[in-house]
């Protein structure tokens, strides 16, 4: 599964030792796009937080699991970052020196009203 959003928060890092060794874990709160948004908050866990190396305001795809479990007769849920997709990390492309001489294809006239050019 996954969601889309910007990273609104970033949460301290956590760390403690358990029956499988040392563990650690970091949570960012998600806020989601659209009419209505809603705040997720993601779990990260191990060396896949220095790997994404998310910051508050990044917007990020990332690929989640969901999952709930009982304690003492309370549920509690987790939401698990597998893998995280920057959106707008990379550098824009550098205009052609030409660029005065190429057409621009974002703007069109036609008599027909809206007809798509393709």
Do not use: C, H
Request: charged content about 25%; aromatic content about 10%; cysteine-free.
């Amino acid at each position: 599964m996954e969601i889309n959003g910007k990273i609104v928060q970033v949460m301290a890092e956590q760390s403690g030792n358990g029956r499988n060794g040392v563990w650690k874990k970091k949570d960012y709160i998600l806020e989601t796009d659209g009419n209505y948004p809603k705040k997720v908050a993601l779990t990260v866990w191990g060396d896949k937080i220095d790997q994404f190396n998310l910051q508050e305001g990044d917007q990020v795809t990332a690929g989640i699991e969901i999952e709930s479990r009982e304690y003492n007769g309370r549920w509690y849920t987790d939401v698990k970052a597998w893998k995280v997709d920057k959106q707008g990390g990379a550098t824009p492309s550098p205009q052609p020196q030409n660029a005065a001489a190429m057409p621009d294809v974002t703007s069109f006239s036609s008599d027909e009203g809206d007809v798509l050019p393709f």
